[in-house]
């Protein structure tokens, strides 16, 4: 099996902190395989085809023929041992430079000695030893390939198989060898350097575009990339919901034929570059093109957003703006009304009033108690706190909360029938924002819905993966003309409300980027169904 390429080869047992990376390292080794396959063919062919003229074997023809050929079978075999990967690489890169030095010496004795040129072929495999290998072992493999010229020098000398021997020039080969062994290993070594800087920075560049990729995947904003052709490069999955399409498309008209007209559209004329889409999911978005210039290559840019995030921002500044203003109007009637209320309840304690005024005493208590709601009421607007939503498991939330709240307010538990699903919904919302609202819708199922008919549903369900929770109620209902107006602040069809809870719930609602709304079920029941973020769906706020 091929080598994993991101192994760092340590090729050399004396080295300390050389390494090459595996995928290059035996890519080297076959490389300078090939080399002794050409060289060994070569030794044979020439020897038996130019025999009288040729230099090869001029001293010892069977000694020659004998290394050659060895020499051939050896680079054979090696190729089947790196082919099939039978000897670890280490072991196969340091047989290569031993049998180089060892059968080139013999080739070189063979045919004459130093004087025949030979010796210099020890030079290649030195300078191989010191990229294959590198490390102290480049200075091994010199110091061995001197010792076996000065050896055969010596041999030959004292033997006297040449006419003249030049221990001279085997010292000079000998530094020759030191040399290019030092200047292979600097190389190995810088080009190590080299490599592994780039195998850094490559890294690097992997992590931010596999960053950028999540970042993009991950935006509120939908992101699509498409060419002049309006074909589709790439799509978010925020772009994926927005248009309710499960894949991404092949064209902006797969999206939205108004979408594709409105590029070309823009393409003609840069200005025209933004669109309100109202797609088929009735979801209204704010779309907007723009130039990505990349090379010799142009791609567009079209942003989507949905104009409940909008929505969302400007309720909060809304929210701020209202509750500075209503906090300064609430102090200012705080004051009289709470001297108009003390002074009737003076009134009333006079026992020489008639019963007329008496009655009259009655009703300035009753109307001062009932401003000071609406007083309380609107305190709690300019106390709005910016929304800190949190994953909350709808089931084990509904079930904790209908305890805590029949407890608070004195209700037997079998006024409310919970009604989840097996699987637990998860919500993206503010636990105190959620709770205020439930308040308020079940303190009003409580007062206007009958609950002695029959217990209030409260029904915990998805749509379209949104989770939802409706308060189902016993009453007659809302009619249609009091329902244009039932989110609206201080409208009330009871004498005793004040007409802001369900107001501030609907604020609250949208804070959280959530939607209240009321309608009227088939038996004309009357429904309050709230719709919450999938806290599934992790996105990036942007």
Not at 155 to 180: D, E, R
Not at 241 to 257: E, F, Q, Y
Not at 294 to 304: A, K, N, S, V, W
Not at 337 to 344: F, M, W
Request: hydrophobic share 45%; glycine share 6%.
């Amino acid at each position: 099996m091929p080598p994993n390429t991101n192994e760092t080869i340590f090729p050399c047992p004396f080295s300390k902190g050389y390494g090459i990376p595996a995928q290059q390292a035996w890519l080297l080794l076959k490389v300078f395989l090939g080399y002794r396959l050409i060289l060994a063919g070569m030794f044979v062919a020439l020897f038996y085809s130019y025999t009288d003229s040729s230099l090869l074997g001029t001293y010892d023809s069977k000694l020659f023929t004998y290394s050659s050929q060895s020499y051939l079978v050896l680079s054979i075999i090696s190729v089947i041992c790196i082919a099939w990967r039978l000897t670890g690489y280490t072991t196969q890169a340091q047989l290569l430079i031993f049998t180089d030095i060892l059968i080139l010496t013999l080739i070189m004795h063979a045919s004459g000695g130093i004087g025949s040129g030979m010796g210099t072929l020890l030079a290649v495999s030195i300078a191989a030893g010191g990229l294959l290998i590198g490390g102290r072992c480049a200075m091994l493999f010199a110091a061995l390939a001197s010792l076996a010229v000065l050896t055969e020098q010596f041999v030959a000398n004292y033997s006297h198989s040449f006419n003249s021997t030049s221990y001279a020039n085997a010292g000079m080969l000998g530094a020759a060898f030191f040399t290019i062994a030092l200047l292979s290993y600097i190389l190995a070594k810088r080009s190590e350097q080299i490599f592994q800087l780039a195998d850094q920075q490559k890294q690097t560049i992997t992590k931010l575009e596999d960053l950028n990729k999540y970042i993009i995947q991950h935006l509120q904003s939908g992101i699509i990339i498409a060419d002049k052709q309006q074909a589709i490069q790439m799509a978010n999955q925020s772009a994926l919901r927005l248009a309710n399409l499960s894949k991404v498309p092949t064209k902006l008209g797969d999206i939205s034929a108004y979408l594709a007209e409105a590029f070309q559209i823009w393409l003609s004329d840069p200005e025209q570059n933004i669109v309100l889409l109202q797609l088929p999911n009735q979801t209204e978005i704010h779309g907007r093109f723009m130039l990505l210039p990349t090379g010799h290559e142009f791609f567009y840019m079209i942003i989507l957003e949905d104009i409940a995030l909008y929505n969302q921002q400007v309720q909060q500044s809304k929210l701020a703006s209202l509750g500075r203003l209503t906090a300064s109007i609430a102090h200012e009637i705080r004051n009289p009304l709470g001297a108009i209320s003390h002074a009737g309840q003076l009134l009333s304690e006079n026992s020489l009033l008639s019963i007329q005024d008496q009655r009259l005493a009655e009703i300035i208590q009753t109307h001062s108690i009932r401003v000071n709601h609406i007083i309380e009421d609107i305190l709690q607007l300019s106390k709005r706190t910016d929304s800190r939503r949190e994953k909350i498991h709808l089931k084990p939330w509904l079930d904790n909360y209908l305890k805590n709240f029949t407890l608070e307010h004195s209700v037997d538990i079998d006024a409310f029938k919970p009604s989840c699903p097996a699987e637990s919904l998860c919500a993206l919302i503010d636990p105190g924002h959620l709770r205020q609202i439930m308040d308020n819708l079940c303190r009003n199922a409580l007062k206007y819905g009958k609950p002695e008919v029959g217990p209030i549903v409260l029904r915990v369900f998805a749509i379209r993966h949104a989770p939802c929770i409706e308060i189902i109620d016993n009453g007659s209902g809302i009619s249609r003309k009091h329902q244009i107006h039932l989110f609206e602040p201080f409208f009330t069809t009871s004498s005793s409300g004040t007409g802001l809870g369900l107001y501030i719930s609907k604020e609250l609602a949208e804070l959280n980027q959530a939607k209240l709304s009321y309608y009227l079920t088939a038996d004309n029941r009357s429904c309050f169904r709230l719709c919450l973020l999938n806290a599934e769906q992790t996105l990036i706020d942007i």
